[in-house]
């Protein structure tokens, strides 16, 4: 089968289950895989939401209620979508395999491959995330900016090394997206679902499994003599998203303690 590395809309409209097949991402070609991308957009972002919380000193919040409700329903059902586009193929072909194949050599599926790049394209799109919150007037947490910030950095790297565990990392966030944003669709809603500080303890897990995976994978790794060809990935990659991990398994710790640990403190004393 002839791969293909760009996806032309005429032709994804005429045959998409086809095209989706035969794609694969490759570095300089593919649209947006160059370096520039997540330069401009990363950078970029910090200009726009720093540029505009400034612009909203001294102007009423914009609530932006209908777009929200959009935007959150939008963004759990595409992650729902991706998550199947890559644990489905993975597990049918890979899981069978053993745990080298499924974390070193998972299977080369079209749908895989655009499934990472849909969560690529994904992390840009979810920067919007960070604007809504700043046309609300709502303080914006270190946690918060830096996990969109690196996030994009974070996919770029691992789709340009063909990081082989790269999936595990995305269909774990992608698992994590469903809830959250399904979660933030039924506040929009005027819902307020119990299970809020939930949503931090999966993420907490995600990274977890995220850093367990990323072991194996440099055991592997130092089994084949740190060869490409024996597990996918370069040590360079790999340790970036060691680095990002850790960092985010960190502050998401210690945003639970915060957030929940003192919350609880407060209330005993109160009824102390």
């Not at 499934?115 to 394209?121: D, E, G, H, K, P």
């Not at 299970?195 to 990274?207: E, H, L, R």
Request: net charge positive.
């Amino acid at each position: 089968m002839e791969h293909i590395n760009e996806i032309n809309l005429k032709d994804f409209f005429e045959n998409p289950i086809g095209l989706i097949e035969r794609f694969r991402w490759k570095n300089e070609v593919t649209p947006f895989s160059t370096i520039l991308f997540p330069i401009v957009c990363s950078f970029g972002y910090l200009a726009v939401i720093y540029g505009l919380q400034s612009f909203m000193k001294n102007k009423k919040e914009i609530k932006l209620h209908g777009f929200a409700l959009f935007h959150n329903l939008f963004l759990c059902l595409l992650s729902l979508f991706m998550f199947l586009g890559i644990v489905v193929p993975i597990a049918k072909s890979s899981f069978p395999q053993g745990l080298y194949h499924s974390l070193c050599k998972p299977i080369d599926s079209g749908l895989v491959n655009f499934s990472y790049y849909i969560f690529y394209l994904s992390k840009v799109y979810e920067f919007i995330d960070t604007i809504i919150q700043v046309l609300r007037k709502k303080n914006l947490i270190f946690l918060h900016v830096y996990h969109h910030f690196i996030t994009l950095w974070l996919v770029w790297v691992n789709l340009t090394m063909d990081t082989g565990v790269q999936w595990v990392d995305i269909s774990a966030n992608c698992f994590v997206h469903i809830i959250m944003y399904f979660y933030y669709f039924q506040t929009e809603r005027g819902i307020n679902p119990w299970w809020k500080k939930y949503i931090t303890v999966v993420q907490i897990i995600q990274f977890v499994v995220d850093m367990g995976t990323h072991i194996l994978w440099h055991y592997f790794d130092v089994q084949g003599n740190y060869n490409p060809n024996y597990c996918s990935g370069t040590l360079t990659a790999s340790f970036f998203s060691d680095f990002v991990i850790l960092s985010f398994l960190g502050l998401f710790i210690q945003f639970f303690v915060k957030s929940y640990n003192n919350k609880r403190s407060a209330i005993k004393k109160k009824a102390n």
